[in-house]
Nanobody, 122 residues
């Protein structure tokens, strides 16, 4: 499956962005989908995951209550709505597909998108 993330940009602290990730290839609904991020000089970290059905979600503690992951299987798209953004949210955000039930470890994911840059100014 091929993944393409978009929606990043420059936003002020407290602002919002919605990231999208469109999948093509194999049946999108077969995969749990995750969002990860990587800031300069730091390791890639888990942000959020959603089950294949959309019925299950899980978030990194620091984004709970601010970020919402969702998916539209009819559109082969997963979203990450990010509200109340903080400068520490600045990173390249990646979407990923997991043939399993969904995970928080990057190594468990099978396919990755190219990333989209989010910059939050203070």
């Amino acid at each position: 499956v091929q993944l393409q993330a978009s929606g990043g940009g420059l936003v002020q602290s407290g602002g919002s962005l919605r990231l999208s990730c469109i999948a093509s290839g194999r049946a999108f609904r077969n995969y749990a989908m995750g969002w990860f991020r990587q800031a300069p000089g730091k390791e890639r970290e888990f942000v959020a995951v959603i089950s294949w059905s959309g019925g299950g979600t899980y978030y990194k503690d620091s984004v709970k209550g601010r970020f919402t992951i969702s998916r539209d299987n009819a559109k082969n798209t997963v979203y990450l709505q990010m509200n109340s953004l903080k400068p520490e949210d600045s990173a390249v955000y990646y979407c990923a597909a997991d043939e399993g039930p969904g995970a928080t470890m990057a190594d468990d994911y099978d396919y990755w998108g190219q990333g989209t840059l989010v910059t939050v100014s203070s």
